[in-house]
């Protein structure tokens, strides 16, 4: 099916989409949160502040009202280390007992980085000395060991771009390779019910995932090869039945048609007897055409004519047909007018020879039927663009509008699947359409511009 | 035109329906044709042709002992004449059948009289030719044994391809022959493309056999169809 790698396409764009969508969210939620934390205030900010707000007094230092109280609120505490005696001269109330009160440079390195006995601590330079602000211990967490490569630092957005670029790639892997397995258990079912719609026999492995919907298909397809079956079976047996019945019937017309001859030509009958047996002759012809008729049409209805199609000459075809009928219309009273262009002496078209010739033949009989005291029959085959047309057409009674109507559109009630009362018309006209539908044509039925009935048989070229 | 001999000709006809038969025989008679010999199977059908030789078969092809297409292929053994299948089985499958297997026509079941002796004469006509046919025109004569053509006491030599379409001319005389038919007869299948040479080659005709060939009364012109060839008081 071409939809399936339409679908792939389309869930692969979605994924693709879904992850820059989700790359982007992480990345704003992150500077919303940090942003959040930044607006607690930095405790580095603090001991700067603090350090600032420190002024040496008379007896020692004093710190403003103001950064005390921003202190205490923290839950912070603050000493001063004097540069040159690095011990602590200034300390704020809230001092625990465990700060030492003196300290060596090497204890000066570790505290800037980390600790004083658990309390993480923020240094910041003074004129007199280093003010230390300390929190709450497991307040902060500090990073001990803050370095990086250069090169690490250098390289970092190009860095991030990879990493988001192979993060695509192995999540577009892993999708590829659970779609290939999907795609793959997939197949064999949408094949499956592709070949069901052509009403081909399926058998699907009832196998993986997806084996219900296979015993599914298998199953739907053995109904529908049952239903065919039985259909062509119905289909068949109605042919054989027609065919049947249309033999049995062609010996004791033989007989009838036979000897209704001989007397109608017989010397010892009266007049009248003589017309009684022509009118017996007559009908048994129109018997014996029905019968073929008949026959022929439920085979190409049911498609069990063969038909044997090669590249023949229309004109010639039609041509034989006209002059076979000028032949045999011994009192002239159907004359044949050949309309033809006279440079149109080739029309090839792939057509079985028989069933054009039959079609025609029906046309000009169909002429002749209808017009019971004498027509003029146009015939004629004409090369269009892309099809030849075949036209049959008389200067005789011809139809109504509507009767022309009908026989363009109603259908035969041997095709009719409704019950009616109405098509009761030959199956002439019914096989000719069959003829030419059976080779890709059509037929259109019309007024004659000779003011009878005309009727075109359109075969395509190609 | 000259065709009486072929009356006396043998026929058998072989069906095996009784009353069937009595009509056949009733249409043949009535048509001049008075050897004939009938047949209700195919054993008795081998022995009557054992007996004197057929000049021509027409079968049915259900019989009770058989088919006749066998009982076409085991005559065909004991001589060679044409067979001719008249039968209710007008299957195109059957027809091929029985045209693949040497028969010379297929009539199938309801015919009209004058159909069967239409193609019973054709057939006869085909098979047992009429020695040196010489053919009577308006002016002129063909004798197709010499392959020429008398008029006013000369002999004019017909050309092969003259000799050919005057041949199937004269097998439909009287009707219309088509121009494709000509021209298939002249020269032979996929004959597209010689609808000049052909109206050449009926003018040099015209020339050998009218009296006034730019008015012809023996080889007519039948517009856009085709030829036809009239013979003298016909």
Redesign the interface.
Known sequence: MKSVPKLIRRFVGILLLSSVLLITLNAALLVFIFSGYRANGSPWKTAEETATALQAAEDGYVLSETAGVQLRSQGAWAILIDNDTLKVVWHSDNLPDVVPMEYTVSDIADFTRGYISGYPTFPAGTDNGLVVVGYPQESFWKHMWPSWDYGLIAHAPRIMLWVAAVNLAVIFAIYVTVNTKVWKSVRPITNGIQALSTGDAVHVKEKGLLSEVAFHINRTSAVLQYQNNQLRKKETARANWI?GV???I??P???????A??LQRSEHLTEDDCKKAAVI?KQ??R??NLI?DL?LASKLEYNMQ?ISVKQE?T??IV??V??DF??TDIDGKYPIE???G?TL??CMVSADR?LLKRAVSNLIQNCINHNENGCTIYVSVAAEKKECVIRVEDNGIGASDEQIDKLNTAPHYMVCDTNTTEQRHGLGLLIVKQIAAAHNGRTVIEHSRFGGFAVEIVLPFE | MGFEYLKDKHILLVDDEQELLDMVVSILKSDGYHNISTAKSAAEALSLAGKTEPELAVLDVMLPDGNGFDLMSRLKEKGDYPVLFLTARGEDDDKFRGFGLGADDYVVKPFLPKELLFRVAAILRRTYKEENPVVKLRGSEIDFARAEVVKNGEHILLTAKEYALLAALYRSAGKIVTIDALCEAAWGDNPFGYENSLMAHIRRIREKIEINPSQPVSLVTIRGLGYKLILEGK
Do not use: C, F
């Open positions: 065919a249309s033999h049995d062609r010996t017309l033989s007989m009838v048609m036979g000897y001859d001989q002759v048994s012809e018997m014996r073929n026959n063969p000459n004109v010639a041509r034989q006209a002059v000028i032949n050949w309309l033809t006279e002496s080739v028989d």
